[in-house]
């Protein structure tokens, strides 16, 4: 076949043979596709002749087959038709191939002059032209195969990176090279359990763009197991399926994996071409075209990658920028600025962020509503998170047996897609911030991803350090203030108002409800016994406030000092969730100690030893003296060097907790809120903050003893004596702590 295309070479033989035997005419005969005979040239006829010969006929074209077969010649001296004739097999050089028979036609002279020799000349032309052909042929290929790497060339030098069409640009060149209607290529997803593919018919500068599942389209099979496949007559359903969808009819097609970096990441295909069928060349020529693709594609991916890290980037670092910016004598305010950070870094609709409570085990959010969540570590999805230090991502909120839609119901909110994630610093879980439903541009819902994953990483190791910094900054400053105000209340002055201690007062409507609860006749007629069933109250310490009130009520301290119910019932009630659930030192215990003091005062021989100023002393010390008790001793804080150990070691003191419980109880007394002394004139304001100092530092266990020895020591007990009445309310105190 590549002979045939070759005219003026074989008619260039065919006249030198006539010429130089004086043949009447010569042809030339070669085998065709379907191993026929075809006549390639004759003399008389200047142009190339195609005749397929019935190879059963009796004439001398079976001598022609003869000699393709046998590689020897045949000669005939006399035929009626067609004259004496040589039938001369022109053999490739080397072998015993026969590539062509020779035909010379001659009535008038005697082949004897001609030799074989002769003939041989013929051969050796033969050979020369077949094999200058077969290099003109190849050169010819290569020159195409040349151009079109030139112009795929051209392409990729003005290609758009930033395109994202490229490598359908690049599949759709191989269609418009091979001459089919419509290019596809189909991208894996990172799980590869997908395609985001790209349509393009010829003639159409538009691109379709689909997604659809690997198992949903042929080229899945092609994605799996890495074998190109051509098709000329298409007949699978999933075809006609994606057809359907892109309103077009394949009938044939290619399809080669692409690949980089041995893996591979796409499949190109090629439909219906528009002469024949595929043939193995297209094949081989759209698996060239795959590679540039595999460049193309990998080029495209990186520079996106690129862009999208630099992006990434600066939109963490911006973020960062906003929260570093914040005053970190302000932890609120600290707290706000990452809120609004991850709420706009991962496009979330919501975010909570919860202070890790390491006294109390817990995770506490200030809501925006002046409203506190605490959720205990452990518990609930924010809890696990703050327990394990492994961020959670979940699709969906209400399919986790974990998620509380309490706050759901009560808001007419709906939670769908959480990401919570652990903020550290220095090694340790500082805050979990709580993400909640992801956005997309048009304010649609959708799951929190990998990416959104890594972008908050980046941003909580930076959001751990702002957290960190003011967080030792408020330490710092308490611990400042704690040691004036310990120095302040043990000299008897005026002491500054610790602004850093966040004293939590119950909303309103929770102050309500203990106001309205109803006081136990029975309960009310044993607060005089030393016999108070105290242990009664373990399940239900909320009715131990109005009866606190009542004590107060009855020894005619709310009237005579003018203390405002309102405030007393939310000064109670803020001291009651500010004692922890420890088993001693909780509110139960305080209602204890309060109650038996007010029993000692109510003996005659007690009460006219003390004033009505010392005994509204004693019954706010027995209330607050314990108060935010933690379980542990002094000791156990200042050898474990807890951040209650540290302050009071900064301050000098040994007596932790007790320190504490005068600064906490100090804070309650300055709260507008929660202020029970505000009618009190300065004078009387200053004794009872005085007596408090006092009376509570001295509950610490180790100055029982002296505490004894120095009311012992007293010869003689003076009423008017303001010492000796300290030092009366102070054995009271330890008496009614020991109960």
């Known amino acids: 076949n590549n002979l045939l295309a070759k005219p003026a070479a074989l008619q260039a033989i065919v006249q030198a043979a006539t010429e130089l035997t004086a043949s009447s005419h010569v042809t030339m005969w070669l085998r065709d596709d379907e191993d026929g005979l075809q006549l390639a040239a004759e003399s008389e006829i200047l142009e190339i002749t195609h005749l397929s010969i019935n190879t059963n006929r009796n004439d001398y074209t079976s001598h022609i087959r003869t000699c393709f077969d046998t590689g020897e010649d045949y000669r005939a001296d006399s035929d009626q038709e067609d004259g004496n004739i040589w039938c001369h097999a022109l053999l490739i050089p080397g072998t015993s191939v026969t590539a062509a028979v020779l035909v010379l036609h001659n009535h008038c002279i005697d082949f004897a002059f001609s030799s074989s020799g002769f003939m041989a000349v013929f051969a050796h032309a033969w050979a020369i032209v077949d094999r200058a052909g077969s290099l003109f042929s190849k050169a010819v290929e290569q020159r195409q195969r040349t151009n079109v790497m030139l112009m795929l060339a051209s392409h990729l030098s003005v290609f758009n990176l930033e395109s994202d069409n490229g490598s359908g640009e690049v599949v759709a060149l191989a269609r418009d090279v091979i001459g089919a209607e419509r290019s596809a290529l189909y991208l894996l997803s990172e799980d590869r359990a997908e395609f985001n593919a790209l349509f393009q018919v010829s003639g159409e500068a538009s691109y379709q763009h689909m997604q659809m599942t690997i198992a949903s389209d042929i080229a899945g099979d092609v994605a799996v197991d890495g074998e190109p496949l051509m098709l000329n007559d298409v007949i699978d359903e999933r075809v006609v399926e994606i057809d359907n969808r892109t309103e077009f009819k394949t009938k044939s097609l290619i399809a080669v994996p692409i690949k980089y970096e041995s893996k591979i990441q796409a499949v190109a295909v090629i439909s219906n071409k528009k002469e024949g069928d595929f043939t193995p060349q297209d094949m081989e020529l759209l698996n060239a075209f ?204 005026k002491m500054i108002c610790n602004q850093t201690k966040k004293i939590r007062v119950p909303a309103r409507e929770v102050v309500q409800s203990f106001i309205d609860l109803p006081i136990d006749e029975e309960a009310e007629k044993q607060l005089q016994k030393d016999t108070f069933p105290i242990h009664d109250y373990d399940n239900k310490q909320n009715e131990l406030i109005p009866l606190m009130v009542k004590i107060m009520e009855n020894m005619n301290l709310i009237e005579e000092f003018g203390i405002d119910r309102q405030k007393l019932f939310a000064f109670l009630a803020a001291v009651a969730d500010m004692y922890r659930p420890v088993p001693y030192h909780n509110v139960s215990h305080a209602f204890d100690v309060m109650q038996t003091l007010y029993v000692f005062i109510s003996k005659p021989y007690i009460a006219d030893k003390l004033t009505q100023l010392d005994k509204l002393s004693l019954m706010i010390i027995g209330i607050l003296h314990d108060i935010d008790h933690m379980g542990l001793n002094n000791s156990f804080h200042l050898k474990a060097e807890t951040p209650l150990g540290i302050l009071m070691a900064a301050s000098g003191s040994s007596s932790v907790l007790e320190v504490h419980h005068c600064t906490l109880a100090i804070g309650l007394l300055q709260n507008e809120r929660t202020d029970i002394l505000c009618n009190l004139d300065p004078d009387d304001h200053k004794k009872v903050l005085k007596n408090l100092t006092h009376v509570i530092l001295c509950t610490d266990m180790v100055r029982h003893a002296s505490v004894a020895k120095d009311f012992r020591e007293l010869k003689e007990y003076n009423v008017n004596n303001d010492e000796h009445r300290l030092k009366l309310m102070t054995l009271l105190t330890l008496s009614s702590d020991v109960s």
């Open 290 to 493: 795959a590679l540039f693709t595999a460049v193309t594609l990998r080029n495209t991916l990186y520079y996106k990658e690129m862009v999208r890290q630099k992006a990434t980037t600066d939109m963490v670092l911006s973020t960062v920028k906003k929260v570093s910016e914040s005053d970190i004598r302000d932890i609120d305010a600290v707290n706000r600025k990452v809120i609004e950070g991850a709420k706009e870094l991962c496009k979330a609709d919501r975010c909570a962020l919860f202070m890790v409570d390491e006294e109390y085990n817990q995770l506490v959010a200030e809501l925006q509503n002046g409203s506190t969540i605490k959720i205990p570590i452990g518990s609930g999805i924010a809890g696990t998170v703050g327990n394990t230090g492994q961020h959670e991502n979940i699709i969906d909120a209400y399919s986790d047996e974990r998620f509380n839609a309490a706050v759901d119901k009560a808001t007419g909110y709906r939670t769908q897609s959480i990401l919570c994630y652990p903020i550290h610093c220095d090694g340790k879980v500082v805050a979990v911030a709580q993400l909640i439903n992801k956005t997309d541009s048009i304010q649609r819902t959708i799951s929190f991803n990998k990416e959104d994953e890594n972008l908050f990483k980046s941003f909580a190791a930076f959001a751990g350090i702002t957290i960190g910094n003011a967080r030792l900054y408020k330490f710092v400053v308490e611990a400042g203030n704690d040691a004036m105000n310990l120095f302040q209340m043990q000299s008897g002055e």
